[in-house]
T-cell receptor, first 117, second 111 residues
């Protein structure tokens, strides 16, 4: 199947700093990518839809100024957690469909574990 | 997206079939049923999906009832590596590729 990578796989930062997480589709182009966060022992929560060439669409309750999303190319989306605080510590996961429409699988990255001290 | 209901946890003996149920009684005619699994601290992995007919691939089988209000994921010969959280998701075309995860079922395969 298609491969989605994330970088870094883990990051530790000080409170107040910003952290950028990259999501790449390695062998296919993705006009849309999705960002999720997952707290320990909880399910994945969809944060936003990243759209190539246009603004991201955020789910209700997600602060768009806190979580900046840029879909710079057909193979790269970035999530920047601005002014990170300990409550932002979480597992961040991206995904991308190889093709549009609901009748096809979506590929997930391995995740990025963010720890804010 | 239609809401799904899954048991919080299940146990299965290694080598036996694991049958994971999912209720989606409010599913609409154009909504697909998807199954993903997540092994600890990894990204979710696609297993199988279907609309009306039963489906089978190298990983599993998906049995969808005739009224489409429930489905069962079958892992024919469970191994210890199948221990994971299994998510049943229904998705409508109007939501595009968006996947909304519920709580899932923790499957523990035991030797």
């Amino acid at each position: 199947g298609a491969v989605v990578s994330q970088h870094p796989s883990w990051v530790i930062c000080k409170s107040g700093t910003s952290v950028k997480i990259e999501c790449r589709s390695l062998d296919f182009q993705a006009t849309t990518m999705f960002w999720y966060r997952q707290f320990p022992k909880q399910s994945l929560m969809l944060m936003a839809t990243s759209n190539e060439g246009s603004k991201a669409t955020y789910e209700q309750g997600v602060e768009k100024d806190k979580f900046l999303i840029n879909h710079a190319s057909l193979t790269l989306s970035t999530l920047t957690v601005t002014s990170a605080h300990p409550e932002d510590s979480s597992f961040y996961i991206c995904s991308a469909p190889a093709f549009p429409g609901p009748d096809n699988e979506q590929f997930f990255g391995p995740g990025t574990r963010l720890t804010v001290l | 997206d239609a809401k799904t209901t899954q048991p919080p946890s299940m146990d299965c003996a290694e080598g036996r079939a694991a049958n994971l149920p999912c209720n989606h009684s409010t599913i609409s005619g154009n909504e697909y049923v998807y199954w993903y699994r997540q092994i600890h601290s990894q990204g979710p992995q696609y297993i199988i999906h279907g609309l009306k007919n039963n489906e089978t691939n190298e990983m599993a089988s998906l049995i969808i009832t005739e009224d489409r209000k429930s489905s069962t994921l079958i892992l024919p010969h469970a191994t210890l590596r199948d221990t994971a959280v299994y998510y049943c998701i229904v998705r409508a075309p109007e939501y595009g590729n968006k996947l909304v995860f519920g709580a899932g079922t923790i499957l523990r395969v035991k030797s």
